[in-house]
């Protein structure tokens, strides 16, 4: 089964290259996506949610494992998938899509977007159910005024019905040197592909009217922004340049998320066995649960994720 690796957010660039990697293994029965992510612009996530439906009226399927956090978007796309596998130690955060709203039109895309994420929801989760198990209605999650934010563990996604319960894998450290091998082999391979679509094409900025230049330009900075933990003089020499990052140049970013360092410090995170000073007492719950800890926040640290 192939494994493509999502750790970062939804962005144009992010799933434009998701997309690409999807389409070149269209052929295969089963994809896997996996996922580490903080969440980002549900309006991007659309291509990444209609690539998955296009496989399923193709009779293939899409399965998302989910290494730590699946949040906004992010958790949102764990309904589009066939499959959802995830960690004991799986975080979401669910809350209604949201922008910044400047007239009745971009109000009503914001609408219509969350009353198809609503009736999304509905379909595998009952409103009912969902109280019980968060506290939270779902209607609540969608008050089209106040913004809720509800933080849901891996039990909570089995008790509201998006996770079976054997799709649930505890963090051992065979599991986790499996997951930074194919990270590894993964981005490896990513940089050999990136002559396949690897600029992202500019439009034309005397076409757009100066809200519109400002608002890609803004989108141009954070594209690079993403990467500034990476390598910050590569992203500052980007911003300078005044050009849109590039599939090319976010692989070579995303083959420093998986250099040597990082895949040893997750392997390391999660071996059984270290020694304690004699004047640490631990018991086996406890030191177990701080190895899941420690593995959880490298996770997060590659995918740049802040809490």
Known sequence: MKEIFLYNGFYDYTMQALIQEMQLQKDMDDISVRMNSGGGSVFSAQGFFKEMQSRRESGKTTTILVDGNASSCGFFSLYYADKVKILSTTKALAHRADMYIENESDQNLVDKTNDELKTL????????RFKEVTGVSIDEIFDRVKRVEVWLTAQNLVDIGLVKTENVMVLTPALAASISKNMSAYFGDFKE???LNST???AEQNTKTPEAAIADERDRVSGWMSWLDVDANAVKAGIESGKTITAKEISEFSRKLADKSVLEALAANSITGIETPKTTELTPEAAHSKELEDFEKKLNDVANIKK
Do not use: A, K
Request: proline residues 0%; neutral net charge.
């Open 193 to 195: 592909q990136t002559n």
């Open 200 to 202: 992202i094409i500019m």
């Open 121 to 128: 929801m509905l379909s595998r989760t009952t409103s009912d």
